[in-house]
């Protein structure tokens, strides 16, 4: 690794090799490493493509800091020591996976609406509106209070939304739409001709 590389990944703020090792764990479910050796954090690190390129001293520091935080759960058997995710870890690993979310702009619009109807209960308002935050985080137009709208495929993001807030099918709602009336302000909105 050369000294730039290696200069701007050991800047790279903690919180990013805590997401990088989060998100790892989250997709993987949990990591088994034969226990033979007492070097089996250095061989885990080794073994991560994505975790080679940080520091082995930071990475292993960052690694002991959210055991000691209770967000990794390590545990031996038989010979193997299983590395995962505690509740709370998954919970941090879901906010970072959330805060990463963005809906991609196709090449050539479908011509077809995504509306997004919402109905969350008046007890849940704190989670009603930091909802509406992340809709308007990932762009959707308002068109009327509980009713939003986008012209790109959002049915993972907002399946993974739904599933983040807890929301029920009741709660809310996935239309797609080829027509909806005059669009016009909501093309000019989109940039869409």
């Known amino acids: 690794m050369g000294i730039r590389k ?10 990013e090799i805590v997401k990088d090792i989060l998100y790892w764990l989250m997709i993987s479910g949990a990591i088994a490493i034969a226990a033979t050796s ?3 954090l250095t061989n885990l690190l080794r073994s991560c493509k994505k975790w080679r390129k940080y520091p082995r001293k ?3 520091s960052v690694f002991y800091r959210l055991k000691k ?4 759960k390590i545990e031996k058997k038989n010979f193997q020591i299983y590395i995962s995710l505690t509740r709370e870890g998954k919970r941090l690993a879901g906010i970072y996976q959330i805060n990463d979310l963005e809906i991609k702009k196709p090449k050539k619009w479908d011509g077809k609406w995504r509306i997004l109807i919402f ?6 308002r704190t989670l009603r509106e930091a909802f509406r935050g992340m809709l308007k985080k990932l ?3 308002q068109i009327q209070k509980s009713v939003w709208i986008h012209p790109f495929e959002c049915k993972a993001e907002v399946e993974l939304l ?9 709660e809310l709602r996935l239309i797609i ?11 000019r909105f989109f940039n869409i001709p």
């Open 6 to 15: 290696y200069k701007y990944y050991f800047k790279k703020p903690k919180n």
């Open 38 to 40: 007492p070097f089996f």
């Open 58 to 60: 930071k990475l292993s």
């Open 69 to 72: 935080q209770g967000l990794l």
């Open 119 to 124: 109905d969350i209960s008046e007890l849940k």
């Open 139 to 141: 762009g959707f137009y």
């Open 162 to 170: 739904k599933d983040f807030f807890g929301l029920s099918d009741r």
């Open 177 to 187: 739409a080829e027509e909806i009336g005059d669009d016009r302000e909501i093309r």
